[in-house]
């Protein structure tokens, strides 16, 4: 107890550590991945608000030159793979210990990975101004770029591979170590250069496709199993038997609902059965994730006492039905796919499905471990569920602000057949409205991050709790 | 249930959807020749590629429908607006997009460099998937399929409809590259816009408009005849 009251956690910084909150020494790691995370997601948001500025308004063709709006587009996506990734990374390291009951098997390779990403972040964005690129989307980075991700991907595998293997191996490390293996060895398809446009586009997906709807699942799923038995003092038993059951539901309609990506590439008619029928389902194991995280808290009747990092996980889990369950569905159908197929309305659908399944995922893990990196027990938690709430229904709003432009888009376009730029004007006016939403997001999440990096510590007697 | 026979689910499950995923892909990759058409990917449309990804230009249009909405889908861009089309706007983006509220990079290819880009597209538009996208497949009709749409249409309304309209409007339907047509007929006569189409810059030297030389001269007749009555 005297420990606790004699930390003093103000500023940015990573404060004592307090062995009943950090039992192992080297969780500490993931303090610096989560930082840099959440400092290229801001970053990420910025350079979304120049996107929505050239989409709402006319850039002069001196500007558009010299900033074409493909190289700022690029960062926007490029920043958000890396922050997703570092953040994964960082919440990797700091559960891991935690269940294999070890300290991390090497500390300074945790650190060199860290520094293998971030420079290779950084060489790409500069990359990207000066024309150095793949120009393949969200797969721009060149192919010498390529090897430094695969040499840091080896890195962390090894690493945490290391710890694994020598501490105590649980259902959590498993399906968390498959979905990273899983991870590293699709990355490798979308390094060739494929001379055929079809071939190309088809295995571009199984990186995109297989990660988002594969991979990332079992990691988020693992790292999401291990918050709620954390914070909800389910039994382990239980936790797992979901964890199983759902991401056995994932890769089931995950894997061959790829298909709903190859119905117009030039790929054999099968695809548009079976990508239709497995990815109509895909929507079933995210009802299961969600009804499990509720029924989890009912059942119990657990008073949950950490209460932003809850917020965050039922952000993430309602988050993730809506934006990858819904709106995913609403256009998987080949039927309706074939109208809205690389329009607006796959933009809405990316933009929500990413912000609930994996950046609020991602906050959710951030929550639970910054506090206790920091050595804060209890601390002021109103402005962290204000950045949320603000955060959270600006993408909402901006979500349904690019579905209402991709609807005009299929419809004028697509349907009555009328030239690009004439769906253009009359979509224009709903691309200032995700403007507007845009620079909500961009303060909610500074609202929160900023808290999340600097709340103080507050006395016992206090009404609040984490 | 178990955990022991919840992991026994989670295998099930897995390995069927990657069974059928595999066999597939192996399917795909016995059909994907004929389907695109692999015996005419030359080098030139390969190199035409390559000038496709050095200059991002994925990162704007889609191709297949995958990209960026920034900008018009490129699958059918060489039935749109053809060869001279796409020459047209890739070496001279500031001019042709003068007028419009969205400006295209002027990405300095060289006259190489467009050609191969024009074999690229050429090669892409014959891709065989199942007619995406809906609002290009106009072009891509057969005379026949063509002449029925035109139905209840003048044969030079028809004409104009499914080879004009890319580039040109009427009544603010159609495309905006070129200018709107709705008074070309106080400017020239049936029999100039007839030579215009096959020559422009013989009417007009500062024609930007390349030469057409895809349409027929009893379409090039039938067009003049009918924008000559839009006045």
Known sequence: MQQTTTVRAGGIGMGVRDERLVPYASQRVAYWYFVVALALFVLQLVVGLWLAISYAFTIPQSIVDVLPFGMTRAMHTNLLVLWLLLGFMGGTYYLVP????????????????????????????????????????????????????????LIFLFNVGMTVLKGRKTAILGMLLGGLVFLAVLYVFGMPFYRNLTIDWFYWWWVVHLWVEGAWELVTASILAFVLIKVTGVD???????????????????????????????????????????????????????????????????????????????????????????????????????????????????????????????????????????????????????????????????????????????????????????????MQFWFKVVLFFGVFILVGALITFWHMVTAKQMREEAQESP | MSNRNAFLVFLAGTLASLVLFLALTWDTHQQVAALTNADKLSEQVVAGKRVFEKKNCNECHTILGFGVYYAPDLTRAYARIGAEGIKTVVLHPETVFANSFRKMPNLGLTEQEATDLVAFLEWTNNIDNHDWPPQDRKYTQSPDQRRLQGAGLSPGAAAFKAQCMGCHSIGGQGGSIGPALDQVGAKYDAATIAAYIAAPTTINPNAKMPPQTNVSEADRQAIGEFLAKQK
């Not at chain 1, 090497?106 to 990975?113: E, H, N, R, T, W």
């Not at chain 1, 000066?130 to 991700?149: A, C, M, N, S, Y």
């Not at chain 1, 499990?292 to 952000?315: M, N, P």
């Open chain 1, 236 to 426: 382990r038993k239980v936790v797992e038997k979901y964890l199983y059951i759902e991401t056995g539901l994932f890769l089931f309609t995950g894997l061959a609902g790829t298909g709903h990506h190859y119905y117009w590439i030039g790929a054999p008619r099968a695809w548009l059965w079976v990508g239709g029928i497995f990815s109509a389902m895909e929507v079933l194991p995210i009802i299961a994730m969600v009804v499990d995280t509720f029924h989890t808290q009912r059942q119990r009747g657990v008073v949950i006492k950490e209460k932003v990092v809850w917020t965050f996980a039922l952000g993430t889990a309602i988050g993730h039905l809506i934006g990858a369950g819904v709106w995913g569905f609403a256009h998987t159908l080949p039927q309706i796919n074939y109208y809205t197929h690389g329009s607006q309305v796959t933009a809405s659908h990316g933009h929500l499905a990413f912000f609930g399944a994996y950046a609020l995922l991602n906050l959710t893990m951030f929550w639970y471990a910054m506090p206790r990196l920091r050595g804060v027990t209890r601390f002021k938690t109103y402005p962290a569920t204000l950045g949320f709430w603000v955060m959270s229904l600006a993408v909402l709003g901006l979500g349904v602000a690019m579905g209402i432009a991709g609807v005009l888009q299929t419809y004028i376009e697509r349907v009555l057949g009328q030239g690009f730029m004439t769906a253009q004007a009359q």
């Open chain 1, 98 to 153: 935690e269940e294999a009951e070890r300290e991390i098997y090497s500390v300074p390779l945790a650190y060199l990975q860290l520094v293998a990403f971030v420079g290779t972040g950084v060489a790409a964005l500069v990359g990207f101004a000066f024309g150095w690129t793949q120009g393949r989307p969200i797969l721009e980075i060149p192919t010498l770029l390529d090897f430094v991700v695969v040499i840091g991907a």
